[in-house]
């Protein structure tokens, strides 16, 4: 069983974020900071809210800054694009008969959005989000589950993603890891690289070729 991360594996989405969270903090004449970066960049939404909240001692609810967030996402996620090599590679899969899934931290709405745009979601048996499990993916039971969903052993599945922290909740299940390099977290891939089973800069580098065994 395969299962792939969604923002900064399959599709090129960091960067919404980011553009967000400057315009949001900009409004209230707040700088981005590393701090912050680190505060919501791998969590759910209404975790990240709430982080914001207590972090920047805003008088708005979590509702209220998740909408804001919504607005100011818009219809980005229309006009995102997929990374290099990741049609290609799951075309391949696909022909050779993989089951897989993807498990996100992301909206729902967004994730639907930008794969029926791209036409990915074709591949994919289901979809676990996160958020509706209340859980960020550096927990082990979201990937336990996403198994559970699927008929599948944890130690069966391999996953795919940009994440460092959620690579260890997927390790923590037992399952393969497969490092999946995107420039905003760039700062992590020398880590990535030595936890990691595999690490890949792109899916071209796994095209028509085995995946690499599991690290011992």
């Known amino acids: 069983m395969l299962l792939f991360d969604m923002d900064g594996t399959l599709i090129d989405s960091n960067g919404v974020w980011k553009d967000v969270d400057r315009e949001f903090l900009a409004r209230r004449g707040l700088e981005y900071t590393h701090a912050y970066y680190e505060g919501v960049a791998h969590t759910i939404f209404p975790l990240a809210a709430k982080f914001t909240k207590e972090f920047c001692n805003l008088p708005e609810s979590c509702e209220e800054i998740m909408a804001e967030w919504m607005a100011l996402a818009k219809d980005a996620y229309s006009n995102v694009t997929v990374k290099p090599g990741v049609r290609a590679y799951l075309k391949q899969c696909k022909a050779e008969g993989r089951k897989m899934a993807v498990v996100t931290s992301s909206v729902p709405e967004h994730c639907h959005t930008a794969l029926e745009k791209l036409d990915l979601l074709k591949y994919f048996e289901n979809i676990t989000f996160a958020q509706e499990l209340g859980l960020e993916k550096k927990r082990p039971?979201?990937?336990r589950e996403a198994a559970r969903r699927n008929g599948a052993r944890p130690e069966d599945c391999t996953v795919f993603d940009d994440s460092l922290a959620?690579?260890?909740?997927?390790?923590?299940?037992?399952?393969?890891?497969?490092?999946?390099y995107d420039g905003f977290f760039a700062q992590d891939?020398?880590?990535?690289?030595q936890f990691c089973d595999v690490y890949i800069k792109s899916f071209e580098e796994l095209l028509y070729v085995p995946l690499p065994k599991r690290k011992k």
């Not at 891939?189 to 690289?193: A, F, W």
């Open 166 to 180: 959620a690579c260890q909740g997927a390790r923590s299940a037992k399952m393969r890891v497969v490092g999946v």
């Open 141 to 143: 039971e979201v990937w």
């Open 189 to 193: 891939e020398r880590e990535m690289r």
